[in-house]
């Protein structure tokens, strides 16, 4: 009876942290969710991404979803070419989950956002300065800047951006929005 009683917690624990994705979260680092987090997740995933690369405006992005990629994979993301060291931010409001390294991805750092959506960085030349996981993040700050880390060594200069939904990977392509260029912002502050 004991037995069946902790079985059965176990499996509503179970449940619980598979509704809340929370075994995705906890793969890229975040194992302990805190309560904003949770906050953030419930709310609907955003319906535009802000341009992560600086300077660089949407129609510049070359399609590379789903092109063919070593070893029987394919591209699970975008990627975004730009000039070494150019800034990258982040694409939403979201807590920034695990700042670190990986075989592909070299330098990178993961961000969970609105609706359960995890948000993917990869190749950076260098984090910003101090920047951890827990961060609270908006499309005003800078997550690290663009280079060739990772499997992207001797290509050009790129941010590779993933975007995940619970259910798997979504094109940020369609979702993408480019920024007010700075005469713009200039402007609307007039
Ligand atoms: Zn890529």
Request: hydrophobic residues 40%; contains cysteine.
């Amino acid at each position: 009876m004991r037995k069946f009683f902790i079985l059965a917690c176990a499996a509503l624990i179970f449940v619980a942290l598979k509704n809340l994705d929370a075994t995705r979260l906890a793969r890229v680092g975040g194992a302990a969710l805190p309560f904003k987090m949770v906050r953030l997740y419930m709310k609907t995933p955003d319906k535009e991404l802000a341009m992560p690369v600086e300077g660089v405006r949407v129609g510049q992005v070359g399609d590379s979803w789903h092109a063919p990629r070593s070893g029987g994979r394919v591209h699970e993301g975008q990627d975004i070419f730009a000039e070494r060291g150019t800034a990258v931010r982040s694409a939403t409001e979201g807590y920034v989950v695990r700042v670190g390294q990986n075989a592909l991805g070299g330098n990178a750092v993961w961000v969970v956002g609105a609706g359960r959506r995890s948000y993917y960085y990869a190749h950076l030349d260098s984090f910003a300065p101090g920047l951890a996981a827990g961060d609270y993040v908006t499309p005003d700050s800078v997550l690290g800047y663009v280079g060739t880390t990772g499997n992207a060594a001797g290509t050009s200069p790129h941010l590779h951006f993933g975007v995940y939904a619970p259910e798997g990977a979504v094109d940020p392509r369609p979702l993408l929005s480019d920024r007010p260029d700075a005469a713009e912002r200039r402007a609307s502050r007039d």
